[in-house]
């Protein structure tokens, strides 16, 4: 944990600073270009969408997020006004679109998949800290700064909205407005971007946690961390754990014991259809 920590931390820095145009921030931006092109594919389905609905519904998975943030906010929206990650991601859908395979190969890919989301993770966390509750603790309006949930909310946002008016739109596939149904199950990806947020707003603002809880230092540092470690856990599951325990154990014993009944079954069945047919 504490090799992982170190790694992370190295990466966020350089993530998390205001200079985007450095290696890591282009390898988080890549990875969550690619990781939301895959995204829109599987919303997509079989439909197919024109040039300017696919282009707008890659835009709202990718950074719709913190731009509802920034709007929210009255700040002009972080990575529009940034045209080396417009370009970047502009770029990223027109290959998504020539090569689609190619992403979901490199989904379902165990090492690949773990690149992508371990970049794609820290570009989340960041957007989660600095530029969602973050960017309410300090805003001009003295209200808005010292508000627990404009932080919270903030933070949510900025971590998972871009999905979330996704899914009430239905701008990845038929246009509709119904409720986001990641939201109206509450999914895991919700519920870790929620934790995340409440965390962080909880322990990296003074006001709220003293003097009650203590200070924690380096508080976005440990956050991303965790968020992080938590991603790395559920894809090594997904691709070890489903798949290398799904004919071991309880799952397969039930089937052997429940033969013999079965087997009664179908035998007395079998004895029965010819009476039947008789009295027909």
């Not at 990875?31 to 599987?42: Q, V």
């Not at 997020?65 to 859908?93: K, R």
């Not at 956050?223 to 938590?230: L, N, Q, R």
């Amino acid at each position: 944990m504490d090799t992982l920590h170190a790694v992370v931390t190295a990466f966020a820095e350089f993530a998390d600073s205001d200079d985007h145009h450095g290696p890591v921030p282009h390898l988080s931006h890549i990875a969550h270009g690619i990781t939301s092109a895959t995204l829109l594919l599987r919303l997509q389905g079989k439909e197919r969408l024109s040039y300017a609905q696919s282009l707008c519904a890659f835009f709202v998975l990718a950074i719709g997020g913190t731009t509802i943030c920034s709007l929210l906010l009255g700040n002009a929206p972080v990575f529009f006004i940034d045209d080396h990650i417009v370009s970047l991601y502009i770029v990223i859908h027109f290959i998504s679109l020539r090569m689609g395979s190619l992403f979901e190969r490199a989904e379902s890919s165990p090492l690949a998949a773990l690149a992508l989301h371990f970049f794609s993770d820290i570009s989340t966390a960041v957007a989660i800290t600095r530029l969602g509750a973050d960017a309410a603790g300090s805003h001009r309006n003295k209200h808005v700064r010292e508000s627990f949930f404009a932080s919270l909310l903030c933070g949510f946002l900025s971590g998972c909205g871009g999905t979330l008016v996704a899914e009430a739109t239905g701008i990845a596939s038929k246009p509709h407005l119904s409720f986001p149904r990641s939201l109206a199950k509450f999914s895991p990806q919700l519920r870790k971007v929620l934790a995340m947020s409440f965390l962080y707003t909880l322990f990296s603002r003074t006001t709220f946690v003293s003097p009650y809880l203590p200070s924690v230092a380096g508080i976005r540092e440990h956050v991303i961390t965790t968020f992080v470690a938590i991603g790395v856990l559920e894809h090594m599951t997904a691709f070890t754990g489903a798949g290398g325990h799904a004919g071991h154990g309880d799952t397969a014993a039930k089937p052997t014991r429940r033969t013999p009944r079965r087997e009664a079954k179908r035998s007395a069945i079998t004895s029965q259809s010819p009476r039947r047919n008789k009295r027909a």
